[in-house]
């Protein structure tokens, strides 16, 4: 009888590690194509922005970017906050995976948001609400990959980590409430759950492909680097063994 599909069939790191290497070559695809067309919509179909001419293409690049920075926090600190609450091994090492991601996408945000300061308010930084807190988020990133990596244990690794990605978590709504909190410079939000978008049909368009690439860029390298760590991890557990078995075999 086949074994039926549950939320913790696949968090043994075995199964993790076999499903996921099925999954990335599409989601690599994916992501591709997903990009490709983004990136051909909002730079050669989309029209151009009758205030801030075609510095605004930066748009697609920076929102999706700032959007999977404080998401993928949020997400490693409920990981982490799981992998200390129930001692669940898979749940760190995906915790531990996604903080270089996040950093990556928070700079990438903090980069391309200084190319359009410049011309749009004339300075690459101001000490702004929104552009503060998200400097914050990127220190926080680089924390938890500092501290974790810092202490040679591993669970006493994850437990640390797990309590500093836990705290700085409330630094993800300060960042999305700033603008409506505070008299800032950076604009308010273009895209919203509750009213109509700001903007063309085919910059929104635009931007929705682009956030799906992230999406699946975000999957993709995540699960590379959660299956990396449990080979680490499980070096020493028989399907590893049985695993480079396997390997030794094929090459021969």
Known sequence: MAERLTFFTFAAPARF???TGWLIPWIWALAAVLAATGLYIGFFVAPTDATQGEVYRVIFIHVPAAWMGMLLY????FWAAI???FRARLASMVARAIAPTGAMFTAVALWTGALWGKPTWGTYWVWDARLTTTLILLFLYLGYIALVEAIDDARRADQAGALLA???AV???IIYFS???WNTLHQGASVSLTAAP???ETMLTAMLLMTFACWAYAFAVVFMRTRAIVLEREKHTGWVHELATADD???R
């Open 179 to 181: 603008v409506q909190w």
């Open 171 to 173: 630094n993800v709504p």
């Open 166 to 168: 836990v705290v700085g």
């Open 83 to 85: 992998g200390w609450a």
């Open 74 to 77: 949020l997400v490693m600190a």
């Open 17 to 19: 590690y076999r499903l």
């Open 198 to 200: 700001k903007m063309a």
């Open 249 to 251: 075999g094929g090459r």
